[in-house]
């Protein structure tokens, strides 16, 4: 579906432009609840509005990036996405903030469908996943700086957003455009791995749960419970996503080295642990160090987390109802740390956030270790990697047998001796060339 080049920048980009609403959160919750007549409370139920129609894009648009076109869609998630932000950026009426952040988020979410069927059917869907969130983290902690210095309000972020999505729309001319290659019977098969996906779309879906419900107060805490400046505040999510930049870095350079187990099951244990010290947070020092720790993990996670389900199916299916499901979480995350924070306070909410993200490392780690050494699908064969190489289509059907992985370790050879070696009659060997009717009869009595 999508053209193999070395670094998908159109898809990178496109990658960006969806998430940063994501991870732009705490200061749109924030300025939404200080700029507007709405308690913090609404504040955080129109964030949870605006990515809930990003995750409602995802699902309704999952199987249908190939049918509409990837270049279509691209741009129209792109026009939707700056309008609807723009639109909320420069009004002050409630209700048409709450239109254009939902119509805003649907474009995002579209855009973000896009780019994740595209990369999952990149030859290394990690590193491009690895890419996305470097870019995204760089850009989000410049918006971190800038934003406090250019005035009150709650439009700055979001006309951030429509800025970015502005950007991108000019690099959506090197996506492929709509194609009427038919689906062989192994895509008409429907959604492979079906159990696999489903739990790492469920557990993914409470993992973002629990991440977003501190990241959409993080701000709160740092200003009401921290008693930090909105500069100081914002300094500190730029450095930590500026050391989220080094994880990620590091993630794309250790590649699948030791796996997705390992990372993904270890790397949730210790978010945990950087909940539990963010959300207790009296002073700048603790605040920073557990922003700066948790920021520095969380990217590396995520990206083994896109990767495990970009290889669950070669048509990006699974990856984009996983991320969905993800957004749904995300979503749902600012109205419920707003609720937590507002009836036990912030230290028992990290508390109850860690206890819930240990619980789930244990089905993400299982899902992991599964994909890890399963066998393809019948008919299926990919790259070194595991990422989509040709699809076997018999005449006769689909093969019944699995198809091994291409470079996985070779079976032994095995000499197997003879008792009586077979020796050829010498009559069954003859000079090479042309035979003429005199040499084939002498030959043949020989």
Known sequence: MFARTTTPWPLVTLFTAGYLAPYLLPTTVGRLDAGLPLSATQAGAVGSALLSSSAAAGFL??????????????????????????SAAFTHAVPAVVAGAVMGGFGSGTAT??????????RDPHRASTLGLLCVSALAGAVYLTVPHLGAGHGRPLAAIALTSLAVWPLT???????????????????????????????????????????????????????????????VFAIALGTGLVGV?????????????????????????????????????????????????????????LGLAASL???????????????????????????????????????????????????????????????????TVRRRGGTPGAVVAASGGIPTGPVP????????????????????????????????AGATATGSGG
């Open 249 to 305: 870095i590091g993630a794309g350079a250790l590649g699948t080295r030791l796996g997705r187990a390992v990372p993904i099951g270890a790397g949730t244990a210790l978010i945990a642990g950087c909940i539990v010290l963010s959300a207790s947070a009296h002073d700048l020092r603790t605040f920073a160090t557990g922003e700066i720790a948790w920021n520095t993990v969380y990217p590396i996670v995520l990206s083994y987390v």
């Open 113 to 122: 469908t896009v780019a994740a069927s595209g990369i999952a059917a990149e």
């Open 313 to 379: 199916d070669p048509r990006g299916r699974w990856a984009v109802l996983v991320g969905a499901a993800s957004s749904l979480g995300t979503a749902a995350g600012p109205l419920v740390g707003s609720v937590l924070s507002a009836r036990a306070g912030f230290p028992a909410m990290g508390v109850i956030l860690a206890v819930g993200l240990v619980v789930i490392a244990v089905p993400m780690t299982g899902v992991a270790l599964y994909t890890g050494g399963r066998l393809l699908l019948p008919g």
């Open 405 to 436: 992985e291409i470079g996985a370790p070779e079976q032994p050879v095995v000499e197997i001796p003879l008792d009586t070696p077979a020796i050829p009659a010498q009559g069954a060997y003859d000079t090479a060339g042309p035979r003429h």
């Open 173 to 235: 001319g090197r996506l492929p455009v709509r194609t009427a290659t038919p689906h062989t019977r192994v895509e008409a098969a429907g959604l492979p791995h079906r159990r696999a996906g489903l739990v790492l779309a469920a557990t993914l879906l409470c993992w973002s749960l629990a991440q977003n419900s501190l990241w959409g107060v993080s701000g709160r805490i740092g200003i009401d419970q921290a008693h930090l400046s909105e500069v100081t505040v914002g300094a």
């Open 61 to 86: 648009l999952a199987s249908r990036v190939d049918r509409v076109g990837p270049r279509t869609l691209a741009r129209i998630g792109l026009a939707l996405a700056v309008i609807g932000y723009s």
